[in-house]
Structure formats: C-alpha cells, structure tokens
C-alpha cells in the first residue's frame, strides 16, 4: 500500500477529524460528524498498521484519534477550570440560597445570647455559680485577653481553624437530623451570653466587644451559613414538594455541601485573623476593619457572585449527568 497516496486521499478529512476534537464545545451535528470521522480514521488507522506497522504517519493518526476520543467520552475539565467554576460559580450560587436563612439564624442566635446575658447580670446568684469571685475577676481581667496570645500565633489559627470547620462540616453533614443543628447553634449562644455577662459584669465590655470583632464578623457568619445549609437539608426531607423525598435530599445535600468545602477556605482566612490580627499590637479600627474586609468577602460572594449565579440557573448542584438519572414525577 502507497501511504504517501493514502495520506494525500484522506488529508482532508484527518484535518477535519483534528479540527472538531479540537473544538471545546462541538454543536450536536458536529458531535455527530466528529464520531463518523472517527470510525473511518480508526478503520484508516488500522490498514497503516496492518499493511506498514509502525509508521509516522501512523503516530501522527493515533493523535489524532486519541484527542477526538477524549472529546466524545468526556475528558475530565481542566482543574483550574473547575476550581474556577466552583469558586465564582458554585459556591456563591448555593450560598445564595441560603441566604436569608443564615439571617435568621444569625437572628436567632444573637437574640438567644443576649437574653442569656440578660438572665446572668440580673441575678447575682446565677452569676456566682459561674465561678468564684476570684475566678470570675480573672477571666475578665486577664483571663480572656490572654486567650489570644497564650499559643503560638501560627499553632492557635491552626487549631481554631480546624475546630471551626469541622463544626461548620458538622452542621452541614448532619443538619438532616433537625437537632444538631439547633444544639450547636444554643451552645454557641449559651457560650457568647455568658462570656458577655461576665465581662460586662467587671465592666470589661468594650474589651469583650473589641477582641470579638477582628475574627468574630467573619467566623460567626460562617457557623450562621454552615447552620442554615443543614436546615435547608432538613427542610428538603420534611416538605421535598414535587420531588421524592430522596430526590429532593439528594439535590439540596450534593448543593449546600458545597458550602461545607468553602467555609474551609473563609474559617482558614478567620483563624488568621484571629491568630495573628486579634492579639496584634495595632490599632482598633485596623484590626476590625480587616475583619470587616474578610466579612464583605463572603458576604459579595453570597450576595453579588451568588444573585449573578441564581440569574443564570445555577443552584451549587452537579451538572445533570454527573448528577444521575432523576425518576419523573407528576406536578
């Protein structure tokens, strides 16, 4: 067989096969052409190995196929494109779900510490059974400042980093049971009223308030949106509408976890702060515009890159293939 002759006869439609592989995102005739060039390039493959064996024009065909073979079974995206899809897409699209759902939960919780608060300064008695008057005078003099800077910075971002989103994995992951949620989200309260208490109590409250803000804008709102995204799950399974149960916890959990992946990067960013920025030696409004900063992050994220995203259909689930096969259902 004359290769040189074979290669001058099917020169054109090689060029084609090469050029529709090539394509990121092939119209559905072209897909249709690509495989049918395919089949005749394999066929075309075959003979040259058959008849010469190895050959160049043979290696160079064998490209050819190989890169139109990955178009039509679905190569797997470049991983910056799926990080980029994921942060500026994904993300802010489930966030925006969820996002007045956090208020209420941001609400919530508040409503519940201050009224803790409320109940330890009004009766000296709850207040002494929080500690002796010693204990008590220590932790607001000393005690909850040096919280801050009793560790290594790097180690105690570390390690408030890891418990906070952990937690935060926690909500999401368990959100379903409709009761861990609300029991993290009251600890978290019963925490902060008290702490608050105290500190008001030795007339430490603008220390209180200042040392919260740097770390606590950021690192509050990511427990509020990791709390919302399971009570969105719960809420799937108790009233999933048009759907199967299943299906509807199915979706909303393959969405909102999202959520638990990226509050990893925004209580990373938190514990930072609270690591290096919080104890830091520099002014107030520094320290608090930082995390102000960190906290108009998330919140463009959720509410800008989000409301962007909802416009455009996303929800934060997996596209449908990858997601399965759904039953069809009436409605």
């Avoid at 690509?34 to 050959?55: F, K, N």
């Avoid at 890169?67 to 990080?83: E, I, K, N, S, W």
């Avoid at 993290?184 to 702490?195: E, K, M, T, Y």
Wanted: net charge negative; with cysteine.
């Amino acid at each position: 067989m004359d290769l040189d002759a074979l290669a001058t006869a099917r020169h054109d439609d090689w060029q084609r096969l090469d050029a529709l592989a090539r394509r990121s995102r092939p119209t559905g005739d072209e897909a249709d052409e690509l495989i049918e060039r395919y089949r005749a390039a394999s066929a075309d493959l075959s003979l040259v190995q058959t008849t010469a064996g190895s050959t160049a024009l043979g290696e160079r065909l064998s490209l050819t196929l190989a890169r139109a073979r990955h178009r039509f079974t679905g190569v797997a995206d470049d991983p910056l494109r799926q990080f980029s899809h994921f942060a500026l897409v994904a993300l802010p699209a489930a966030l925006y779900r969820i996002r007045w759902l956090t208020l209420a939960v941001a609400a919530a919780t508040f409503v519940v510490a201050a009224l803790y608060a409320v109940w330890v300064l009004a009766d000296p008695r709850v207040l002494a059974n929080l500690g002796s008057e010693e204990e008590l005078a220590e932790l607001a003099e000393r005690g909850f400042v040096e919280y801050y800077s009793e560790n290594p910075a790097a180690s105690f971002a570390g390690a408030v980093w890891t418990n906070n989103a952990w937690i935060a994995a926690q909500c999401v992951a368990f959100g379903i049971t409709g009761i861990w949620v609300p029991w993290v989200l009251l600890q978290n309260a019963q925490s902060l009223g008290i702490v608050a208490s105290i500190m008001i109590a030795y007339d430490e409250a603008d220390t209180f308030f200042l040392y919260i803000a740097p770390h606590g804008l950021l690192e509050l709102t990511c427990v509020f949106v990791a709390a919302a995204a399971g009570l969105r799950i719960f809420w799937a399974w108790v009233a999933p509408g048009a759907r199967t149960r299943g299906e509807a916890v199915a979706a909303d959990a393959r969405a909102l976890f999202t959520v638990a992946l990226g509050l990893v990067f925004f209580l990373f960013l938190a514990g930072l702060i609270e690591g290096f920025v919080t104890p830091a030696p520099w002014p107030w409004p520094v320290k608090i515009g930082i995390g102000a900063c960190a906290l108009g992050l998330l919140l463009f994220t959720m509410l800008v890159l989000g409301r962007r995203a909802a416009l455009a259909g996303e929800t934060g689930d997996l596209p449908e293939f990858e997601a399965g096969a759904r039953r069809a259902t009436a409605g």
